[in-house]
């Protein structure tokens, strides 16, 4: 079993959707949760970083972790045809190495 | 603007060959990490270095190897020991070793013919 499974889709849905995006994982060691965001070609840049359980929101975007059930999503609003891109989850134990999800390819569509 | 820069973006290797993969970055960033991206499994690390003349191997060091001769510089050789060399890699930072905030460069997709 990897310690970070992510449904890698493709994904799509039309413009204006709500988009939710999941990972699971095992080691409830993890305690630090981010998403990355990968345009097509290019480098991963983080998009959300959250620290433990909760919420976590930046304008369109949400991030919700829930350890009891060893659950993370990521919520996009409002989609928009510049969201298409690769959505990557990655836990940390702390002072470790980030462990990847295998990333959800999402288009919307206009 | 600081940042992290990989060279080539495109490569192409015969089988047999060695290739250097280059990761420069002025963001004065302490760790540097080089890691694999194939379709449907994520990343995967290869080697990280914490600090300058010091580096660790990854989940799949083997076939690759690196050097951290200088603080900005963290290049990494794909040997003919590398069995699947064909992916896209990225090379990463952070602040210091530890941290979970990875900065990435563009990525140097190689090709083997």
């Known amino acids: 079993q990897k310690e970070v499974e992510q449904d890698p889709g493709p994904l799509s849905v039309p413009e204006g959707a709500i988009v939710s995006l999941n990972c699971t994982y095992s080691?409830?060691?993890?305690?630090?949760f981010m998403w990355y965001r990968q345009y097509s070609r290019k480098g991963p840049e983080l998009l959300m970083y959250t620290y433990s359980s909760g919420n976590k929101e930046d304008g369109r975007f949400t991030a919700q972790v829930d350890k009891s059930s060893k659950y993370i999503s990521l919520f996009i609003r409002d989609s928009q045809p510049s969201d298409s891109a690769t959505y990557l989850c990655?836990?940390?134990?702390?002072?470790?190495?980030?462990?990847f999800g295998q990333g959800t390819r999402l288009t919307i569509n206009p | 603007d600081g940042g992290i820069t990989q060279s080539p973006k495109y490569l192409f290797r015969k089988e047999g060959q060695n290739v250097t993969l280059s990761c420069e970055q002025n963001?004065?960033?302490?760790?540097m990490y080089w890691y694999r991206q194939d379709p449907g499994q994520g990343l995967r690390l290869i080697y990280y270095s914490q600090i300058v003349n010091d580096f660790q191997k990854g989940d799949i060091a083997e076939g690759y190897s690196v050097s951290r001769e200088k603080k900005e510089s963290f290049p990494l050789t794909v040997t003919s020991a590398q069995k699947n060399p064909t992916a896209f890699y990225l090379c990463a930072s952070t602040p210091e070793a530890g941290a979970n905030v990875l900065t990435f460069g563009a990525g140097s997709r190689l090709t083997v013919l």
């Open positions: 080691n409830s060691a993890f305690q630090y």
């Open positions: 990655a836990n940390s134990k702390g002072a470790q190495k980030l462990v």
């Open positions: 963001l004065n960033h302490d760790a």
